[in-house]
């Protein structure tokens, strides 16, 4: 059974740093893109980061760029989610997934889903 479990969450200030982490179990995941999204209250889920199995490939939301890096370690099947400047509009739950496909189709089938770790930014 395939299991995905995110830490990291918690609540900071407005201009801090966060890094989310995110641990795949259940099967082997050879060529699976890991990736980032989130639901901000009274928010539909949206994307927020993915990175390829290689690493060599990255697909972001405007919202993030300059801001968040996503990076994996392959052997210990982990992503981490690194979260700079923080804003209050990044309040959300972060759920971690892994996909089977593209890079840009990530979130649209062949997915797991974390159960997801809470960020609450404060102005």
């Known amino acids: 059974q395939v299991q995905l479990v995110e830490s990291g969450g918690g609540l900071v200030q407005a201009g801090a740093s966060l890094r989310l982490s995110c641990t795949a179990s259940?099967?082997?995941?050879?060529?699976?893109?890991m990736g980032w999204f989130r639901q901000g209250p009274g928010k539909e889920r949206e994307f927020v980061i993915a990175i390829s199995w290689s690493g060599a490939s990255t697909y972001y939301a405007d919202s993030v760029k300059g801001r968040f890096t996503i990076s994996r370690d392959n052997a210990k099947n982990m992503v981490y989610l690194q979260m700079n400047s923080l804003k209050p509009e990044d309040t959300a739950v972060y759920y971690c997934?892994?996909?089977?496909?593209?890079?840009?189709?990530?979130?649209?089938?062949?997915?797991?889903w974390g159960q997801g770790t809470q960020v609450t930014v404060s102005s």
């Open positions: 259940g099967r082997t995941f050879s060529n699976y893109v």
């Open positions: 997934v892994v996909h089977k496909g593209p890079i840009a189709t990530i979130g649209h089938g062949n997915d797991y």
